[in-house]
């Protein structure tokens, strides 16, 4: 129905007014962006955190008025000096702006904090790993470069990455969360390592009629050291082994 | 001789229902039910062959009348008497029967034949691990009793254990498809075993790996190296990518 009201009585009877429009928080509560946190204007606005990213950006300067809602101004200033852009293409290039902002900021204090509280509320999903027990996950890109490959999701307790379950975060570029953050945010707050490192690590184990499978068999285990951890004291010595570099085994 | 009537019985039936035009087998009507993916075509001699129904009387009431309902052997005129309360109870345990006999029925030769189909179709889904590269999962329950816990995906793959994606799925008995499936699948179809990713990941901060998870990392590529030098000595490929 909202369409339908006249534009001068929009500012005057919104609620929200001022808010409805703004660029940032609509693009993160559209649907599919639940993994995204709110950049603060200010981040945006200092030149400092914007280094490089001109050239990662096409219509840099256009996408930046669009996210910081300073479109209308620049539409007018520039409609002769450059040439038209389509709506669209810049609606793009905002986006890829921001996500790639958005990698940054959620390495700041701040940012990691907005993230955490995501991750408590499990809005990055929980890990499908049965013994992981709804272990929330962290978003990981594998790469910082734009257009290479989509999110993943980093489970602390396997210290594995999965795809997200849904589809609609299945398209995701990686990049805009990159290939730090998982990490940055285990350095930021250690009670999580803490707390993963007491929980239980329960494995699986094929076996037929109560019968584990024999080594031979091509079904035989091969995977338990993915899941295993050094326990015994001679498992402790072997960890300290492996410091630098893998020990020969012999 | 019971059994060779309930046979023939089932024939005239399967006869029959060319000539009316809808004639909704309940096997049918099951296996189409949303969130009964998983679930593989029983055949109706297996149900009614008492040999493969031994100790599985005592977990419904009225059995042979389960039996019957499910086979659609059960007379129109016997479905009509009942309570819409009784009803629903022959329902209710005509699901849990016939998910018990699947249990049994997919590590026959037919069972696994039918289930290799369904493997190879990614019915049961596929493995969300991204070194895993989208292996299809197989269904196995941790107990063979029903009403113990829910189904599980196991990854031929990482050889590691998922929550089925959909509420539908992760609500399944485990107990339908049994401990042993898995297991019994890939020792009768070893082609089916895919070669174990070697592959995996560790946290960077600006392209360097974190000490600590990198150190534990190094000990488990230690362990697997170990497991493949053991291998070796007796002659085995461990079938690593
Ligand atoms: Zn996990
Ligand atoms: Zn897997």
Known sequence: ?250 | MADVEMTEARLDTAEGSISSEYVEFWIDLFLGRKGHEYFCDVDTDYITDRFNLINLQKTVNKFTQVIQYIVDELDDGVLEQMSSARLEQLEHDARKLYGLIHARYVITIKGLQKMLQKYKEADFGRCPRVYCNFQPLLPVGLHDTPGVDCVKLYCPCCEDLYIPKSSRHSAIDGAYFGTSFPGMFLQAFPEMVPPRPVKRYVPRIFGFELHKQAQVARWQELQRRKLVHSLEQRGIDGGWK
């Open chain 1, 1 to 250: 129905m909202s369409e339908y009201i006249g534009d001068n009585s929009r500012t005057g009877s919104s609620e929200e007014s001022g808010t409805f429009d703004e660029w940032i928080p609509s693009f993160c509560a559209r649907f599919g962006h639940e993994y995204f946190c709110q950049v603060p204007t200010e981040f945006i606005e200092d030149d400092f955190n914007m280094t490089g990213l001109g050239q990662e950006v096409p219509h840099y300067r256009k996408a930046l008025d669009l996210i910081l809602d300073l479109e209308a101004m620049s539409d007018e200033e520039g409609q002769d000096s450059e040439e038209p852009v389509s709506r669209s293409i810049v609606e793009h290039a905002a986006e890829q702006l921001y996500g790639l902002v958005h990698a940054r900021y959620i390495l700041t204090k701040p940012g990691l904090q907005a993230m955490a509280e995501k991750f408590d509320h499990k809005e990055f999903g929980t890990c499908p790993r049965y013994y992981c027990g709804g272990m929330q996950m962290l978003p990981c890109g594998l790469t910082d470069t734009l257009g290479k490959l989509t999110v993943r999701l980093y489970c602390p307790s396997c210290q594995d990455l999965y795809l997200p379950q849904s589809s609609r975060h299945l398209c995701l570029e990686g990049a805009f969360w990159g290939t730090s953050f998982p990490g940055v945010f285990l350095k930021h707050f250690k009670e999580l390592e803490d707390y993963v490192d007491r929980k239980n690590k329960e494995t699986y184990e094929l076996r037929v009629f109560g019968f584990r499978i024999a080594d031979e068999a091509p079904s035989g285990t091969r995977m338990r050291w993915l899941r295993q951890y050094p326990k015994t004291s001679e498992e402790q010595l072997e960890l300290q082994d492996c410091e630098f570099q893998i020990p020969k085994v012999q």
